[in-house]
């Protein structure tokens, strides 16, 4: 190819990739036929070269679609703008400008990674599908481009303030010294993936099950239904139920600790998978973030594109002070909205980064607000009077026991209501707006007061009878509101925000 | 600031309103017919049921609904209110328009009236919409707002 005009095309080995996916996708259903089929020896032997026949002719358009693919797909990073063109007959044409891309992030999957490739992404803050990327450039052409595209990004927004070092750019561009703000060993991802307790693995194993049962050559539920009528098990059964108290509880334990053991491990390899190597890097573009054991991922974030920060734990690691620290910004994050920064850390390491970012964390001067009492009062009654109803309806229906249960979680329900109440608290700062929900794990937000869009109040049909109302921001890249506030305190907190947004214009916020 | 007081929409909102209720009863009077028809009803039910929903959309609900809405400009701010059960109170600072939009749909045409649209950069609440103005009146705002916007930028 010749990249005379500027268009490119991707590597060739993003092919072999494309076709490596695909054959995966194809291997474990062909291996089930087969399986299948194998079972009826006699017709192998007539079966056997159509589907030999079909297997070629599908081979072959597949590798036929994969290289028109190719072929047909070309990139140009212009003056102004990307352009992509793509599409076999249909041609698509997108070409998205440089003061529209908030960041260029690179994704290695296990396969790309095995033959030096990656997938550069533009994030525009459309997100998800939308975004414009590009699968698969090899790691240096990736990283040439993220430089390329950041450094005319750059420019074409500090065109406007002044040509201050035109010169510098391109070197300090080249290699920015990145200062190390977070990384986590394998120790502490070790006791990260201890707090990570899943049971995913049940669903996955029901999961697929259910999806190749029709590929089994015996009825699955069948064969497992037998299996538990089975001579053996049922005189298990007999036995168990023939064992004494202290017996059948060491036999519920022993199940148990399997179940725990298996939820344990599964979070422990996930956040392996997930976070090994984590680093997160101060640079002289922003925030930094690489990690990932099969699919490395490598994001970086303006300073001045975090909009608001949360800072998330779980009932359980915050008795041992263990806390995760993410960012919202306009980019994705592998579909979820938020950047993990500092996803398991002490408070005394986050504070530095929240600051890194032009936030500061609460202390014990802030000013800390509580919503109005009706509101969880309100919920609490309905909460308790609908539970109740269905606890009832139990016992009238001769289900005393499972009635009881469920009046009790009723109570519990009322009580969290209560304890709600005394812990979700907002506060208004001179220059954020803050606030924390939860009970046994609290999530602090903390949203900057000059990067809000809107401001609403809003009322249900209780909420107006009972003076209370739910305060909302407009945020770009996460939703922010308080909820059952008093009205009087609501505007109060509107006016002041709504003045230090109407203060600073949209263009001139820091970019 | 809560205390300023809200500018009414225009009247032809209210007509507007309730021929859109009435375009709405079709299906309804359909059913109804149906109903007659078939006669698993006393005779005089189906009717009255009708009468009594189109009371509601036609007559009521826009009455209510034109009373609740409302809206506020200031020379930085424009303040949404609206909603007869779900009361929401909006205001978005000129300095976060992105863009804006002055739309009309046949039936507002027909009545010379359109809805301005605020658009934001916010994920939540992230297009305002005030319905109800008179063509040029929601013509000139927009014009406004835009020099606002223009001026800020500079």
Redesign the interface.
């Given at each position: 190819m010749a990249p005379e005009d500027g268009w490119q095309r991707v590597n060739k080995l993003s092919m072999l990739v494309q076709l490596v996916r695909l054959g995966f996708q194809a291997i474990i259903p062909a291996v089930f036929l087969l399986y299948s089929s194998a079972s009826d020896a006699k017709n192998l032997s007539t079966v056997g070269p159509i589907i030999g026949a079909v297997a070629m002719l599908v081979i072959g358009a597949v590798g036929l679609s994969t290289w028109l693919n190719w072929y047909r797909l070309r990139y140009r990073v212009g003056d102004s703008d990307v352009k992509v063109e793509k599409g076999i007959i249909s041609r698509q044409a997108r070409s998205v400008p440089y003061d529209r891309i908030q960041d260029v992030s690179l994704e290695q999957k296990l396969v790309p990674r095995l033959l030096g490739l990656v997938q550069v992404k533009f994030e525009t803050g459309a997100g998800g599908k939308d975004e414009l990327a590009l699968a698969y450039v090899s790691e240096a052409e990736g990283e040439r481009l993220r430089e390329v595209v950041r450094a005319l990004v750059e420019g074409e927004q500090a065109a406007e303030p002044a040509a201050q070092e035109a010169e510098d750019a391109p070197i300090a561009a080249a290699t920015p010294p990145g200062r190390t703000l977070f990384a986590m060993g394998p120790k502490r991802l070790f006791t990260y993936g201890l707090f990570n307790f899943s049971l995913v693995i049940f669903a996955v194993l029901l999961g697929a099950a259910q999806q190749f049962e029709f590929l089994l050559p015996f009825d699955l539920w069948d064969y497992i239904g037998s299996f538990f009528n089975n001579e053996a098990v049922n005189d298990a059964g007999t036995y168990l139920s023939s064992l004494d108290m202290f017996a059948r509880i060491a036999a519920i334990l022993y199940a148990l600790g399997v179940v725990l053991v298996l939820g344990v491990s599964t979070g422990v390899v996930r956040t392996f998978v997930r976070d090994w190597e984590f680093l997160l890097e101060r640079t002289a573009k922003g925030f930094r973030r690489r990690r990932g054991l099969l699919t490395k991922t490598d994001v970086v974030m303006p300073v001045h594109r975090v909009q608001a920060l949360v800072v998330k734990t779980g009932w359980l690691r915050r008795r041992f002070g263990w806390h995760g620290l993410s960012f919202i910004s306009l980019a994705q994050d592998s579909g979820s909205a938020n950047h993990d920064v500092a996803p398991f850390a002490k408070m005394d390491e986050i504070a530095p980064i929240a600051a890194e970012a032009g936030f500061s964390l609460p202390d014990e001067t802030e000013q800390w607000r509580r919503a109005s009492p009706k509101y969880y009062t309100d919920k609490a009654m309905i909460v308790g009077a609908v539970v109740t109803l269905v606890a009832m309806g139990n016992i009238v229906f001769g289900n005393a026991l499972a009635g009881l249960a469920i009046a009790l979680l009723a109570a519990v329900l009322v009580l969290r209501e209560y304890f709600l109440w005394n812990f979700d608290r907002h506060a208004l700062d001179p220059a954020q707006v803050l606030s924390r929900r939860g009970w046994l794990a609290p999530r602090l937000q903390v949203a900057s007061r000059v990067k809000l869009h809107s401001v609403e109040i809003a009322q249900g049909p209780l909420a107006r009878l009972r003076g209370y109302c739910d305060l909302r921001f407009g945020m770009a890249g996460g939703s922010f509101s308080f909820d059952g506030l008093a009205l009087d305190d609501a505007r109060k907190l509107r006016a002041a925000v709504l003045d230090s947004i109407a203060e600073v214009d949209f263009a001139k916020l820091p970019r | 600031?809560?205390a300023e007081p809200l500018t009414k929409l225009d009247p032809a909102y209210t007509t507007v309103m309730r021929l859109e209720g009435a375009l709405m009863l079709l299906p309804i009077l359909a059913g109804t017919i149906a109903l007659y028809v078939s006669s698993v009803l006393p005779i005089w039910v189906p009717g009255l049921l009708f009468l009594l929903i189109a009371a509601v959309l036609v007559i009521y609900l826009p009455m209510k609904r034109y009373r609740s809405r409302g809206y506020h400009i200031s020379d930085?701010?424009l303040r949404v209110v609206k909603?007869v059960?779900?009361?929401?109170?909006?205001?978005?600072?000129?300095?976060?328009?992105?863009h804006l939009d002055v739309e009309q749909n046949p039936l507002e045409r027909m009545f010379g009236i359109a809805r301005l649209i605020l658009h934001?950069?916010?994920?939540?609440?992230?297009s305002?919409t005030l319905p109800g103005l008179v063509h040029a009146d929601a013509v000139t705002m927009r014009e406004e707002i835009r020099a606002h916007?223009k001026r800020?930028?500079l």
């Open positions: - | 600031m809560d930085d701010r909603g059960m779900f009361h929401a109170d909006t205001v978005v600072p000129f300095s976060r328009v992105q934001t950069a916010g994920t939540h609440n992230s305002v916007v800020e930028s």
